[in-house]
């Protein structure tokens, strides 16, 4: 074969496989209104996002109450008896709000009471979001399901309870109620959930659950979705990181299993002004309905006891079979398997003189070198980017709107570095002497995987598969390349994926992850790769790709109307000095925030409330003090106890009160009069610093008492999330290309007091 063809075969093969590994993961097309009632259509659910996400609608806001009310209509149509259940929840972030949930239930036919929960979250983040993708994709998700589910006349087995939780935004605190009050809550015995962290991309499914997976893996296998993302590997990362959801609860409080379903991709949009229907990836919503459609036929008559088990699988999605799974207790078994191949490899090769010392060496150096390169590409390139673009910090996701052509474009430097270095240095390599080192980095990579993120140890069935076409060519001269790509592409399918799901999930600041897990890849294809003749020109043709990509990331680095700057502004009043700032948590001022600070300095003082990212005021600068109190308060002491009533007034929102006394102790801590004292210094309450923050509904007041042998110092930080609707401060409005930054305090009046009781 012609050295040129050769060359076209190898690179159509690698590129169309990995693009098919990660293109086939969602529905490739999306359903319309013509499709059978007894279908999911995407473009009806989508109808009830652009409904539910028409304004922000947090917790507490008037839009709110218009969504809930729409939701309620919405069920009634289907022949539902809605209810709604409200009242004071604290969360175990110490956050205290009136979550509204909205519930209904279908009765099954067998009259045990045992239900199937289906579960998504109907309040915006706070306060900016428009939620449509987090979370009126997943209550629309519901909504269709139901619609096509009740237009095939059939009757459930098992009851099914629909709950639109309230307050998951800051705290999960409706999913809470619902645990600990509802009475239908110990009916419950599988929950399904829907929910997201973008605005587009594959749909992941991860399970929860304080017990075995095996049952419930191999019910999900059975229910037999289109296109199941799942991976045991996604789950162990998942338990890592601060994310629950409404899930968690239902584990926790009533060790109750679920499978909650989110796509991830486009994550600049999170929580954003930009969470819009527009910006919303059909597609995705498409994908959560392929799952529930599925997944509710299969539950509505499952045997619920059968998803009980000790044991755990290992498990992973692959094309045209959808998940494979197999024990955990295997997973030490195959990797011993891999190192007897290994072994048995090289008493082969270097008894047959198969294999040569010298050569393996070379091989260990070149791909040693390989790996070093790819990690300092990878992450000594992106610190570069960070200080050409500086402006990227704002991205507090950590993954900018252009993520995607830096993910090409890094991963193409990547492959330009790899067939560079063996066409220059190791240019007559063998295969079998080459493979060596992929190979042997392979088992170690996996043995760590299998201590750390046992998930994940499906990763030695790559190596596996490169394993057994080394000892093809130990053993044979040569054999077919049609037989090499079957065997080779499973390696694709399988790993390619995740080059692309590690940096948005986990900040483009981990793109050196995969660009270190390319090398790996490319490893383990060095059957087809090492014959490729005219490699330099392979390489300068990725390079030339890469530039390309950078180009592109850079003329799209700058914000604009259809990518918003996240800016930041404050007005702080200080009540005991009768001083007021303006504050800012932007690191560079802009046009709209900079004539608030003419008198700039760095702002030195902790933010006493917390952000999701820790995120602290940068500038301050003195502004002109308006007595505007956000609170009325009113304090009673008798003996040992302590206590102060808050009202809030002129459109507060959020109340936060910390102690501020170094040496209290509190005996006893009562929240409208509820005995939270088990909680002092536990899950919900840091008796040392925060007491609580309140959300503010319907202008309720919210009482505290301390039971203490000292008199508590409070400090009661409070916010109004009207800072451009009030006239006095002349804030201007936000220009379009600008937008409140996400999971901070901005675009607020914030009134401090300071309390001695």
């Known amino acids: 074969m012609r050295s040129s063809i050769y060359t076209f075969i190898i690179v159509a093969f690698v590129a169309i496989t990995s693009w098919f590994s990660i293109y086939s993961l969602q529905p490739l097309t999306i359903s319309n209104l013509n499709e059978k009632p007894e279908n999911f259509s995407t473009l009806r659910a989508y109808a009830h996002v652009k409904k539910i996400a028409q304004e922000p609608h947090y917790v507490g806001s008037e839009n709110h109450s218009d969504v809930r009310n729409y939701l309620i209509d919405e069920l009634e149509e289907l022949g539902l008896t809605v209810q709604t259940q409200k009242g004071f929840s604290l969360s175990k972030a110490s956050t205290l709000t009136i979550p509204e949930n909205i519930i209904t239930r279908i009765e099954g036919t067998d009259n045990k009471q045992d239900a199937l929960l289906l579960l998504s979250h109907y309040d915006s983040a706070v306060h900016s979001s428009y939620g449509a993708s987090d979370a009126a994709s997943g209550v629309a998700t519901i909504l269709e399901t139901l619609r096509a589910f009740k237009a095939k006349g059939k009757k459930p087995k098992n009851d099914i309870i629909i709950l639109f939780s309230d307050a998951e935004e800051v705290g999960l605190n409706g999913a809470r109620l619902f645990a600990e009050e509802h009475p239908w809550a110990n009916d419950v015995q599988l929950v399904l959930n829907f929910e997201s962290r973008g605005s587009g991309g594959p749909s992941n499914m991860i399970i929860e659950t304080n017990h075995g997976n095996r049952a419930l893996i191999n019910s999900f296998s059975n229910a037999n979705p289109d296109y199941p993302v799942a991976s045991s590997l996604m789950y162990n990362i998942y338990k890592l990181l601060p994310n629950d959801t409404d899930s968690t609860v239902f584990r926790e409080e009533l060790d109750i299993p679920s499978f909650f379903f989110a796509f991830i991709d486009d994550h600049f949009d999170y929580h ?9 990836d059909k597609r995705s919503l498409a994908h959560q309905g392929s799952y529930l459609q599925a997944l509710l036929d299969h539950f509505a008559d499952t045997d619920f006891n059968q998803l009980k088990s000790k044991s755990n699988k290992v ?32 008493f082969y090769g270097i008894k047959k003189n198969k294999l040569s010392i010298k050569e393996t060496g070379k091989g260990f150096l070149a791909f040693s070198l390989l790996l070093l390169a790819s990690f300092i590409i990878g992450y000594g390139g992106w610190y570069v980017i960070e200080l050409l673009y500086p402006h990227y910090s704002v991205y507090l996701q950590g993954f900018t709107p252009n993520g995607h052509y830096y993910l ?18 190791f240019k007559y390599l063998q295969i079998k002497n080459g493979l060596v080192a992929p190979i042997t980095y392979w088992l170690l990579i996996c043995l760590l995987i299998q201590i750390y ?32 790509m079957l065997i080779l592409s499973p390696i694709l399918f399988m790993l390619v994926p995740y080059v692309s799901s590690f940096p948005v999930g986990l900040g483009l600041s981990s793109i050196y992850i995969s660009c270190v897990l390319t090398t790996l890849i490319m490893g383990s294809l060095l059957s087809l790769i090492l ?32 990518r918003p700057k996240p800016n930041s502004l404050v007005y702080f009043m200080d009540s005991s000095s009768n001083k007021a700032f303006w504050k800012t948590y932007d690191t560079e001022l802009d046009e709209w925030t900079k004539p608030h600070f003419k008198d700039k300095r760095i702002d030195t003082v902790k933010a006493s409330f917390a952000s999701k990212y820790n995120e602290k005021f940068t500038y301050s600068a003195p502004a002109k003090y308006h007595d505007i109190p ?11 106890l302590y206590s102060l009533e808050i009202r809030p ?25 509820k005995d939270e004292t088990q909680f002092l210094g536990k899950d919900r309450i840091n008796a040392k610093s925060r007491l609580l923050t309140y959300f503010v509904v319907d202008d309720q007041p919210v009482k505290v008492s301390i039971r203490a042998r000292s008199a508590p110092k409070i400090q009661v930080i409070t916010s109004s999330y009207s800072l451009l609707n009030n006239k006095e401060l002349g804030v201007r409005p936000r220009p379009e290309e600008y937008m409140p930054k996400p999971f901070v305090l901005t675009d607020v009046m914030i009134y401090e007091e300071m309390i001695e009781l």
């Open 531 to 562: 014959p490729i003749r005219n490699k330099k020109s392979v390489s300068f043709s990725a390079l030339i790709l890469s530039i390309a990509f950078f180009l592109v990331a850079h003329f799209n680095s700058q914000f604009n109307k259809n």
């Open 408 to 425: 090409l474009a890094f991963v193409l430097f990547v492959i330009s570095a790899f067939f560079l270095i063996y066409s220059k240095f």
């Open 453 to 484: 993120l046992p998930g994940g140890a499906f990763f030695t069935l790559p190596l596996i598969l490169t394993l057994a076409i080394w000892l093809f060519h130990l053993k044979f001269r040569r054999f077919s390349l049609f037989f090499m």
């Open 272 to 280: 954003t002004a930009r969470d819009i229907p527009q910006n919303l």
């Open 630 to 640: 956000l609170t009325r308060i009113s304090t009673s002491t008798d003996d040992d």
């Open 649 to 673: 007034i002129n459109d507060a929102n959020r109340i936060s009160l910390f102690n501020k006394s170094d040496d209290l102790v509190i005996e006893e801590l009562m929240i409208n009069d």
């Open 315 to 346: 498990y992973f999605n692959f094309p045209f079979i959808g998940v494979i799974s197999y024990p955990y207790t295997l997973s030490p078994y195959l990797l011993i398997f891999a190192f007897f191949l290994l072994i048995v490899g090289l």
